[in-house]
């Protein structure tokens, strides 16, 4: 598989669930993202990784936890949301600065 | 001011014309430059970047980039209505470990 995969494509959970993202990316990139679009919204970068070392968290709340166990994995753990963090999840990769590559999203419905 | 400003449209052309969006940037340091497409409900996809100075073309697409008055364009010349999607500007304010900074996106329309 090439690229950056995302799964799972569809989520629906209840507000007091925990669920997990993940992202994969193929390109040998070592800087992984997270965004989250709600609808008719702008991107809103939530966690950048650089070499797997966290480099910036946007005031995210608590509720959302990352993990990046090496250069090509990263996740999104998620417990107790709420519904307005109903929104695409989407995971990004580069090389450096350089051009941000995309997945497909994960679509997060929470009840 | 934000800092990648674009305005949101939508911007409507007709078939076969060209399609001319804007943005704009405040850091004078930035050095890299995207334009992404997003169709609505997926996730952007990359269509150009410019480093330098100028007119960068592929295909129908054409970019355009001048830091003095720290703008940059995208044309696309002979619009279809596939074209019909909302774009991204972004921009790389340093060299390193810094996440690209995106602008709201416009949306065009292209009208068969």
């Known amino acids: 598989e090439t690229g950056v995969t995302q799964t799972p494509r569809h989520l629906v959970m209840g507000m007091t669930n925990k669920k997990s993202l993940k992202c994969e990316q193929h390109?040998?990139?070592?800087?992984m993202y997270w965004y989250k679009q709600s609808a008719k919204k702008p991107l809103e970068l939530m966690f950048v990784?650089?070499?797997?070392?966290?480099?910036e968290n946007n005031s995210v709340p608590s509720r959302f936890s990352p993990e990046c166990p090496n250069s090509s994995h990263l996740f999104l753990h998620l417990h107790t949301l709420q519904p307005e963090d109903s929104a695409l999840y989407l995971c990004?990769?580069?090389?450096?600065?350089?051009?941000?590559?995309f997945g497909p999203g994960t679509r997060l419905t929470v009840l | 001011q934000k800092e990648v400003e674009q305005n949101s449209g939508p911007l409507s052309v007709p078939e076969g014309a060209i399609a001319s969006l804007n943005c704009t940037y405040s850091?004078?340091?930035?050095?890299?430059f995207f334009w992404y497409r997003q169709y609505s409900g997926k996730s952007p996809e990359l269509i150009m970047f410019?480093?330098?100075?100028g007119d960068k073309e592929d295909g129908r697409f054409t970019a355009q980039l001048n830091k003095a008055s720290q703008y940059v364009s995208l044309l696309i010349r002979d619009s279809q209505p596939s074209d019909s999607a909302t774009y991204l500007c972004?921009?790389?304010?340093?060299?390193?470990?810094?996440?690209?900074?995106f602008g709201s996106g416009t949306r065009l329309q292209v009208q068969p």
């Open positions: 990004a990769s580069s090389q450096g600065g350089g051009a941000e590559f």
């Open positions: 390109l040998g990139h070592n800087a």
């Open positions: 990784y650089n070499f797997k070392e966290q480099t």
């Open positions: 850091d004078r340091g930035s050095q890299s």
């Open positions: 410019i480093y330098s100075n």
């Open positions: 972004a921009v790389n304010r340093d060299t390193g470990r810094r996440a690209l900074t």
